[in-house]
């Protein structure tokens, strides 16, 4: 987790610039603390989160074309390394894993022993983390360690993490995070953070220090200090950006209008579409429901507990004395939206969503939570 803030003697750092090299020295560097890099990289027709070993795995001249249902790969005209908006993955499964053995236990002199669970995680390094999904990254830090009950394996995995941001140089076709007030610049939750700047005076880096952390490894690194036009340049890149959003949301009093407008027809209008295939809440990278399951094996041996994944969209997941209180794709697709963008602010203080367009992009049948507040708002009798 990165640590305090960043200190008067971290101020030279804010005007930093690293050079292609030096960034893939920062790599470098961190490996060499012991840190595994996590960053984007190109598989399967996408631009996903995986284990890099350094510059040479990132995503070098790709970009993407991102709408409603809709997610291709293309080609850049330039060398840039972070020319994208968000790929389906967010951080979320590096902490909150998908699947997770809770406990173990064997037979043993005719009773059960539970043996004993080693709780380790690697050391992790996030590169290229975007506004977003740092915003995204704070609430399931305020769901997991912040409550009356401190998720353990959760902190096991967060704690220590070295955050490098980047600020982003181009939005998606269904990016809407300054709608959410989460982007496009990196605000929090970094050590450092970069804007990528390729043009005729070459491929460099204008760096901000989020840590302590992130001063000290910048310094080893070293860096020179960032000429004014450049500092210009990295303002006028997230200016840039925050002009291209391909979605917007009217966020002004939206906890009130959707509690007011819990039986509006658009909720059937929805239904309709939906598939109920749980998608939107895969990707989204704050959904935080799970369920556990109890296995033993076939000589009844061996029996585990193990959490798993879940969605408000299946029909087990409100199941309670025998039905499921939410037995409808209708009940079920409001209580995803109402709780994401009004009881979550109850629950927790903040929006449940933080505009990075996962659950458009990814929904098969494009239904756009945007759209679905709009349609409602339009109508609205309060």
């Known amino acids: 987790m990165t640590d305090a803030p960043m200190t008067k003697s971290t101020r030279l750092g804010e005007r930093a610039l690293l050079s292609r090299d030096r960034f893939a020295r920062l790599l470098q560097v961190l490996r060499q603390d ?38 291709r790969l293309r080609r850049r005209d330039d060398r840039a390394l972070f020319g994208y908006s968000v790929g389906p993955q967010s951080w979320k499964p590096f902490f909150f894993v998908p ?31 975007r506004s977003c999904d740092l915003h995204a990254i704070a609430i399931q830090d305020k769901v997991f360690l ?92 997230v200016a840039r950006t925050a002009a291209q959003m391909g979605r917007t949301m009217n966020t002004d009093g939206i906890k009130e209008l959707l509690y007011r407008n819990a039986e509006h027809p658009r909720w059937d209008d929805v239904a309709s579409r939906c598939l109920a295939c749980t998608n939107c809440t895969l990707a989204c990278p704050t959904c935080f429901c799970s369920s556990v ?21 299946t029909m087990d997941h ?11 794709i209708k009940s079920r697709y ?18 449940g969503c933080v505009g990075c367009g996962r659950c458009i992009t990814w ?14 708002r339009a109508s609205d009798p309060g």
């Open 363 to 376: 929904c098969p049948v494009a239904i756009d939570i945007t759209q679905e507040v709009a349609a409602i």
């Open 318 to 328: 409100s199941y309670l004395h025998g039905g499921s209180v939410h037995a409808s």
């Open 34 to 71: 012991g840190f595994q890099l996590v960053g984007p990289t190109v598989r399967d027709g996408a631009i996903v989160h995986e284990s890099i070993s350094g510059i040479e795995d990132l995503p070098e001249g790709w970009t993407e074309s991102q709408d409603a249902g809709t997610y």
């Open 334 to 351: 409001r209580q995803w939206l109402t709780h994401k963008l009004a009881s979550w602010i109850d629950q927790f203080g903040t929006s």
């Open 99 to 129: 699947t997770l053995q809770l406990w173990r236990a064997r037979r043993r002199d005719g009773s059960f022993v539970v043996l004993e669970k080693t709780r380790s995680a690697p050391l992790l390094a996030l590169i290229g983390a």
């Open 293 to 313: 399951d109890d296995v033993t094996d076939l000589a009844g041996e061996q029996a585990e507990r193990v959490q798993r994944w879940d969605s408000c969209f």
């Open 146 to 237: 912040e409550g009356p009950s401190v998720d353990q394996e959760y902190l096991a995995r967060r704690s220590g993490t070295f955050v490098v941001a980047v600020h982003c140089g181009q939005a998606g076709g269904t990016c809407f995070c300054t709608s959410l007030g989460t982007g496009p610049r990196a605000t929090l939750g970094f050590d450092l953070a970069l804007t990528e700047l390729l043009d005729d005076k070459g491929h460099r880096f204008v760096v901000g220090i989020g840590s302590e952390s992130g001063a000290q490894v910048l310094e080893r690194v070293g860096y020179e200090e960032a000429p004014r036009a450049d500092l210009e340049a990295a303002e006028a890149i």
